[in-house]
Each structure stands twice: as C-alpha cells, then as structure tokens.
C-alpha cells in the first residue's frame, strides 16, 4: 500500500536569511571595533625645493600701542592725527625694505580701534605682513 503516489517530493532549500543576518552583525561588530590610529601614522615625504636663502635680514617694525592710544613706532613717540599721518610714519620706518614685518605691541586695554588704525595704515602702505606680540600668562 503505497500512500504516497500522488504528491510530488519537495526538494529541500537552504535559506539565506538567519546567514545574511549574521554576517551583517558580523560586519557591524568589526566596523564598531576597528582601530582607525594607524592612518594618522602615515609616512609622509614632503616634497623638496631648490631656492636660494635670502641674505638681508628683515627688520620688523614695532608699532607700541598705550592703554591711552599713544603709538610708538620703533621705540620713537608718535602723534596720531589721523591714518593718513600714521601710514607716513610707517613708510618711514621701514626704508629701503618693501614688504617689512608689523609686530603691533598693543595694552590688553588699549581701544579696539587703536588697533585697526595701525593696521590700515600698514595696508595703505602696502605692507602685508602683521603680527601681534603677547605674553605668556603669569601663574
């Protein structure tokens, strides 16, 4: 007696899914773990340059800036009338040299504006590069 002899067999399946589901966890526990430090390790070669030093030393100008708006270039008193009067002075400061270093010595009090005179004056001199003096803090 065979009870069978209608059905056809199925035929077995592997199923994906719980597989896939795994690798993914997998794949997050990897990516949550992995150290990233080795990249900021790279060896690095800069790339060379051929140039000659320059000889003439650059004398920077120092442009002191009192809690009251007194300037000061190069230790020498200077009257402020106006920016104009303050670009002349920087002009003469600098001499033969086209492109000086500004060092703007300013109070931790002086105005905001004293400041920006002093560096309006440097652009309309044509003199690009400034900078500011501070100190260190005191413990």
Do not use: C, W
């Amino acid at each position: 007696m065979n009870f069978q002899r209608g059905r056809t067999r199925e035929e077995p399946e592997i199923n994906l899914i719980p597989m896939i589901d795994v690798l993914l966890v997998i794949l997050i526990f990897m990516m949550v773990t992995t150290s990233y430090a080795k990249y900021s390790e790279l060896q690095i070669n800069l790339p060379q340059a051929g140039g000659e030093t320059s000889t003439s030393q650059v004398k920077p100008i120092n442009v002191s800036i009192d809690a009251t708006e007194h300037y000061a270039i190069n230790d020498n008193e200077v009257r402020f009338t106006g920016v104009t009067a303050l670009t002349a002075s920087l002009k003469t400061a600098a001499g033969e040299q086209t492109d000086p270093v500004i060092v703007i010595n300013a109070d931790a009090k002086t105005p905001h504006q004293a400041v920006i005179n002093v560096m309006e004056a440097a652009r309309q001199a044509g003199f690009s590069r400034i900078t500011f003096a501070t100190q260190n803090e005191v413990k």
